[in-house]
């Protein structure tokens, strides 16, 4: 009898759930939604759109080399290269076509130079410490890349059985993809493995990354990282694409609210509903790439200041020391006053401007103040209420001992302003010529028409 109820014992024992199995069952035991390391390099990384056909007036990858230690000295981690493979001549636009009507995956745009000299421009930027990510056109091919003869059942067709561009937009030089088709996600994936391994590249701008089906960049990620830890930016603006994918995406909603607030067709609301969002439904590990410019903006929409005017200068900081990775589109340090030509030669004219100094000492308090990193290494964006809150931006972002106050008038009119709640309180030094300042809930502080003060703690 006793040997019975010892067997029953030890079976009872050995089939029921452990405390780690049921704990780890337990639905309501909250999971972490964002499963992919950021490479550590990025923490505190600032990011360099790099238009070679521009850059230079050679518009060569060797001419380009040559600028790095200037971009260096300005203070950017990881440079943006747009797309450097052969541009497809089936219905191309204009002389030299669209960079993202691609003929060749595994192929260098003689335009720009050799495998060779782009090897050569990563392992320089490597040698200084900044990394490197290429353009990747996932969504589409040129109409004459081999592919698709090769494959033709890669593609997708229109109503009358022909392949077709992206749908509704006027992208008539190329041809859509169809991802339900294995073979071209092996192809794809292993194009991008190609260039980590064979050039050293760290990582992908991912074109139109919304139009190509998230389980593709999810298990290219990974098959990337793999390799090299790798950095991923998501042309799309979308909180999913964070999970497994990306590591950053484009803050298009932040961009569009200053493009509205310097109209005078919206007021400091149109960033509070960015940043509420933000907050509330993104997860904390996502970069959110803000910018003032990039090579669509400056094609199609206008320059900065055709775009800003007056609010630039606040526009331009807030990118920095507000929540989000920033963006410096190449000629923005120049001021470039002009749209360059997409299909066409246009180099950017270089020369001395007040923005080189603003964006090298952004980029150097950013770097010096923990509060302002990247996410997940930064603080998040605490609210300080103002008494003109549809006229001024006010917030604080904290963490441990390094504190960052910062003020925007997004007005065109003077604002003195007292403080109502927030962790505004504190002994700080002005950004803009070092200078100490006190604030407490008696204080009043005047912001100049489209004026900013950053202040922090040391």
């Known amino acids: 009898m006793l040997k019975l109820i010892a067997l029953a014992l030890l079976t009872s024992m050995m089939s029921a759930p452990t405390y780690a199995a049921t704990k780890a069952a337990d639905p ?3 999971k972490p939604y964002v499963t992919l390391k950021h490479p550590a390099w990025s923490k505190d990384a600032v990011l360099y759109q790099l238009n070679i056909r521009q850059f230079t007036r050679e518009g060569t990858f060797k001419a380009a080399e040559a600028q790095l230690p200037r971009l260096k000295e300005l203070g950017v981690g990881i440079i943006w290269l747009m797309p450097i493979n052969p541009i497809g001549e089936e219905n191309r636009k204009g002389t030299l076509g669209s960079p ?12 720009f130079g050799t495998l ?8 320089a930027a490597h040698k200084l410490g900044m990394h490197v990510i290429l353009d990747w056109v996932a969504n589409h091919t040129a109409w004459d890349n081999p592919m698709h003869k090769l494959h033709p059942d890669w593609y997708e067709h229109d109503w009358k059985g022909a392949n077709r561009p992206t749908p509704w937009w006027d992208w008539s030089d190329i041809i859509d993809l169809d991802y339900s088709k294995p073979g071209l996600r092996r192809y794809m994936t292993d194009a991008m493995k190609y260039w ?3 050039a050293d590249i760290d990582g992908f701008r991912c074109d139109v990354a919304g139009y190509v089906p998230l389980d593709f960049w999810e298990n290219a990620r990974a098959e990337l990282d793999r390799i090299k830890p790798v950095f991923m930016l998501a042309e799309f603006d979308q909180r999913d694409v964070h999970r497994k994918a990306f590591d950053a995406s484009y803050a298009w909603k932040w961009n569009n609210a200053m493009a509205d607030i310097a109209a005078g067709k919206a007021d400091v609301g149109a960033l509070f509903g960015y940043y509420s969002e933000t907050e509330s439904a993104w997860p904390a590990e996502a970069m959110r790439m803000t910018y ?11 320059t900065e200041f055709e775009r800003f005017g007056k609010a630039l200068p606040n526009a331009i900081v807030l990118s920095f020391v507000g929540e989000g990775i920033p963006l410096i589109y190449n000629g923005q340090e120049a ?3 002009k749209r360059l030509k997409f299909f066409e030669r246009d180099p ?3 020369r001395d401007h007040p923005n080189n100094d603003l964006f090298k000492r952004l980029i150097a308090f950013r770097k010096a103040h923990p509060a302002l990193w990247n996410a997940p290494w930064g603080a998040a964006m605490t609210p300080v209420v103002n008494t003109a809150p549809s006229k001024v931006l006010s917030f604080v972002r904290a963490k441990n001992r390094d504190k960052v106050f910062a003020l925007f008038n997004l007005s065109g009119d003077t604002q003195t302003i007292g403080f109502t709640d927030g962790p505004s309180d504190g002994h700080y030094v002005d950004f803009a010529d070092g200078s100490a300042l ?5 204080t009043s502080v005047t912001l100049a028409p489209w004026s900013y003060r950053i202040l922090s703690s040391k």
């Open 196 to 198: 980590v391994r064979v």
């Open 335 to 337: 001021g470039n006053p």
């Open 438 to 442: 006190t604030i407490t809930r008696s």
């Open 292 to 302: 003032t410019e990039n090579h669509d903006q400056n094609a199609w929409e206008g």
């Open 348 to 350: 950017i004219e270089w």
């Open 116 to 123: 060779a000299e782009l090897k050569s421009f990563v392992a």
């Open 28 to 30: 309501y035991t909250p």
């Open 100 to 111: 993202y009507s691609v003929k060749n995956y595994y192929g260098v745009n003689p335009e």
